[in-house]
């Protein structure tokens, strides 16, 4: 199966592109297979989004528009064709 992934600020430039494609094989996948694909072509993107002590910090994912959060993505069913996205959300004022 594909899923397109959207990597946004700053987690791309560790990748060196915004969009990438994840191919995995299997019928029953979750978002954790995903990110792990991820951080597995890219290796300094597991650091990023776990953190230094190995927690994940506060990327926000969405699955078709849909918010994943961090303790649901080994639960949370990817299909043929999703997309996922993965970014930082920033407060200001």
Do not use: C
């Amino acid at each position: 199966m594909r899923i397109s992934v959207r990597l946004d600020e700053p987690a791309w430039r560790l990748a060196g592109q915004k969009n990438i494609d994840v191919h995995l094989e299997g019928e029953t996948r979750t978002v954790a297979d995903v990110i792990g694909e991820l951080t597995t072509r890219f290796a300094g993107l597991g650091a990023e989004l776990r953190g230094q002590t190995g927690d994940f910090i506060p990327y926000s994912l969405f699955l078709n528009d849909q918010t994943v959060r961090w303790r649901e993505i080994d639960d949370t069913r990817v299909q043929d064709g999703d997309r996922l996205r993965v970014i930082l959300p920033l407060a200001g004022g």
